[in-house]
């Protein structure tokens, strides 16, 4: 059984591309936190604030591009310790397996507040469509297609099963699986020419101050209450905390905000930023967050967390 699971272990760091570690409880592989992105403009964004976080306290950050259920996978095997992008309800069937064997732990909300559900250009609002069961009586206009992002990704899975019970009478429908960058690309598109379009849109985003948009109501079963309001939570493989206590407790008290997510995203997409240059901007201009976060938090060597950072910041 130990070699069976050494040789699974082994076949999911080659396939996603991380080193096997071995962690000892006084804390011996702690100095890099390994990472996931799935390619999301606000889990960049928090994720750089978290590098900026760990460089400055002497840890290492290492990010792996991976969609959101290959990051529960590395989780599980260990193979990453933490991801920042759990939004719920909308990744439930993808995260309940996983939460239900505890081989992995939701540490807490990092994000509340956040939105994330279909949504229409404000002109197409005004045409008639609010809600989910606006859309089938304009299908020709939207040419019956809704727009997604990358194939896999838990909110496509929803849009999916919505259109193969035909819900909304959305007959004939089909859902255009992209990338958020391609999805954002054909809504750019369409804005530019008063077309009707229907894609997936969410808060934090820098789409909400680019466009005029619209939330739809109605989608609830799919999205959750409230136009799709959503959690963002932290997630890490079960033993992180209390293996790598220093950083665990770091991870655990590490929230964010929407306002500072959209900043952080507007300077990276709009100002051409890197994602770290945008972080260190941001915690600048805003450092009373760092001592929430910094509470009881020290360096790799062990001294006081927050005097670190602020120094790395050169406040």
């Known amino acids: 059984m130990r070699a069976h699971a050494a040789v699974m272990a082994l076949g999911l760091s080659l396939a996603i591309g991380l080193p096997i570690q071995t962690f000892a409880a006084g804390g011996t592989g702690c100095e890099t936190v390994n990472m996931s992105d ?27 591009n991976l969609s959101v259920a290959l990051a529960f996978q590395g989780l599980k095997t260990g193979q990453l310790d933490v991801f920042l992008g759990n939004w719920m309800p909308a990744q439930q069937p993808v995260i309940e397996k996983y939460t239900r064997d505890g081989s992995v732990k939701v540490v807490g909300a990092n994000l509340n507040s956040a939105k994330f559900t279909l949504a229409v250009p404000d002109y197409v609002a005004q045409g008639g469509v609010k809600d989910f069961a606006d859309l089938a009586k304009y299908a020709d206009r939207f040419d019956h297609k809704i727009y997604g992002i990358a194939p896999g990704a838990p909110a496509n899975q929803n849009i999916k099963k919505m259109l193969d019970k035909h819900d909304f009478n959305l007959t004939g429908w089909t859902l255009v699986e992209s990338s958020e960058s391609g999805m954002l690309a054909q809504v750019e598109r369409a804005q530019g020419k008063q077309q009707w379009i229907v894609f997936l849109g969410w808060e934090p985003h820098a789409m909400n101050t680019r466009y005029k948009l619209t939330y739809l109501s109605g989608g ?15 997630v890490t493989r079960k033993d992180f905390s209390t293996q790598c206590p220093n950083t665990g407790r770091l991870f655990s008290q590490l929230t964010f905000n929407v306002d500072l997510e959209n900043r952080i995203i507007k300077r990276v997409l709009d100002d051409k930023q890197t994602p770290d240059q945008a972080a260190r901007e941001e915690l600048k201009q805003h450092p009373e967050v760092l001592a929430a976060w910094l509470d009881g938090v020290t360096t790799r060597q062990g001294q006081p967390g927050l005097p670190a950072v602020r120094q790395a910041l050169e406040l």
Do not use: E, H, M
């Open 38 to 64: 799935p390619g999301w403009s606000d889990i960049g964004a928090t994720n750089a604030v978290a590098g900026v976080v760990l460089k400055a306290l002497d840890y290492r950050q290492q990010i792996q």
């Open 220 to 234: 609830d079963s799919y999205f959750g209450p409230n136009y799709g309001s959503a959690t963002v939570n932290t």
